[in-house]
């Protein structure tokens, strides 16, 4: 079982960029597809990005398309969320999430998941 540590969330302006950490444990982390989802006040979690085992796939939601980059770095068993441009509806908890079910960066279908207990994330206007 891998354990997971988000950071990097706070206050930001319109316009502005955060960059989102998620530190693993536990297990090797190229085992693991591995992505974020987010989770605004009162809607349901939804994907932001995915990325390969070895970083050479990557899949975006619509609305992180140009403006967010997700990266990892297995040596350091850590998952980045670089997020530019970010807007007031971006607002949410972050959530990284660990997937040994699959080979694919698209959004995981397995109910089989590892997560960490989220960053919050505010885009004031």
């Known amino acids: 079982q891998v354990q997971l540590v988000e950071s990097g969330g706070g206050l930001v302006q319109a316009g502005g960029s955060l960059r989102l950490s998620c530190a693993a444990s536990?297990?090797?982390?190229?085992?693991?597809?591995m992505g974020w989802f987010r989770q605004a006040p009162g809607e349901e979690r939804e994907f932001v990005a995915g990325i390969s085992r070895f970083g050479r796939n990557t899949n975006y939601a619509d609305s992180a398309k140009g403006r967010f980059t997700i990266s990892r770095d297995n040596g350091k068993s850590t998952l980045y969320l670089q997020m530019n441009g970010l807007k007031p509806e971006d607002t949410a908890v972050y959530y990284c999430?660990?997937?040994?079910?699959?080979?694919?960066?698209?959004?995981?279908?397995?109910?089989?998941?590892?997560w960490g207990q989220g960053t919050q994330v505010t885009v004031t206007s």
């Open positions: 536990g297990r090797t982390l190229s085992t693991y597809v």
């Open positions: 999430y660990a997937n040994s079910d699959s080979y694919s960066s698209a959004p995981p279908r397995s109910a089989n998941l590892s």
